[in-house]
């Protein structure tokens, strides 16, 4: 749905050809995972993905 009312220029920047599209992010902002079409309706591989993200440890943050 989030997809469906981004705009075709989001759509294009993040490489979305299909719907649906899942695309997961690690703590650095990377992309970590991304799934298009029925690969992305796959709870199993969805949670999987994100449970392998939360593992990556977020870089270090400057502090002020």
Known sequence: ?????????????WG?????TVIVLD???RVAW????AAALD?????A???EALRT???PRDEP
Request: charged share 10%; no cysteine.
């Open 43 to 47: 709870p199993d591989a969805v949670a």
């Open 1 to 13: 749905l989030e997809a469906l009312t981004m705009g075709e220029s989001a759509m294009h920047a």
């Open 49 to 51: 993905a994100v449970q």
């Open 57 to 59: 440890p977020a870089p």
């Open 27 to 29: 703590a650095a902002g």
């Open 16 to 20: 979305i050809q299909a719907v649906p």
């Open 34 to 37: 991304r799934a298009q079409g």
